[in-house]
């Protein structure tokens, strides 16, 4: 993951600059969205706060699941991921709009 060490000579010091690709990788979420559910996170309810744990914990999940953590209604469910997905928070991974096994991930980009 790591790409090669980068070293440059400058007034008789050597520098050794090494970096990560860690924004590339999968499971890496944008600072952009971490930083909209900061800003964001005094206003949700436990619901909605325990659909962001349940997704930074396991990066993707269909509704029924989160339904079954949350012990709350499938439709309550579909409600604040709907409103996640409005914020620019999370990601619905089908084309369909109703496709139930439909997978919900935080937003990567």
Request: some cysteine.
């Given at each position: 993951?790591?790409?090669?060490?980068?070293?440059?000579?400058?007034?008789?010091n050597?520098?050794?600059?090494?970096?990560?690709?860690?924004?590339?990788?999968?499971?890496?979420?944008?600072?952009?969205?971490?930083?909209?559910?900061?800003?964001?996170?005094?206003?949700?309810?436990?619901?909605?706060?325990?659909?962001?744990?349940?997704?930074?914990?396991?990066?993707?999940?269909?509704?029924e699941?989160?339904?079954?953590?949350?012990?709350?209604?499938?439709?309550?469910?579909?409600?604040?991921?709907?409103?996640?997905?409005?914020?620019?928070?999370?990601?619905?991974?089908?084309?369909?709009?109703?496709?139930?096994?439909?997978?919900?991930?935080?937003?990567?980009?």
């Open positions: 993951m790591l790409p090669l060490p980068e070293y440059k000579e400058e007034n008789g050597v520098y050794l600059s090494l970096r990560n690709k860690i924004s590339e990788h999968s499971k890496t979420i944008h600072d952009k969205v971490v930083l909209k559910i900061q800003n964001k996170s005094s206003s949700f309810n436990q619901t909605q706060r325990k659909i962001l744990g349940y997704l930074f914990r396991n990066q993707k999940s269909i509704k699941d989160l339904a079954n953590f949350c012990n709350t209604h499938i439709n309550t469910i579909s409600h604040h991921l709907n409103y996640f997905i409005e914020e620019g928070i999370i990601t619905r991974l089908s084309e369909k709009q109703r496709a139930p096994n439909a997978l919900f991930t935080l937003k990567k980009h």
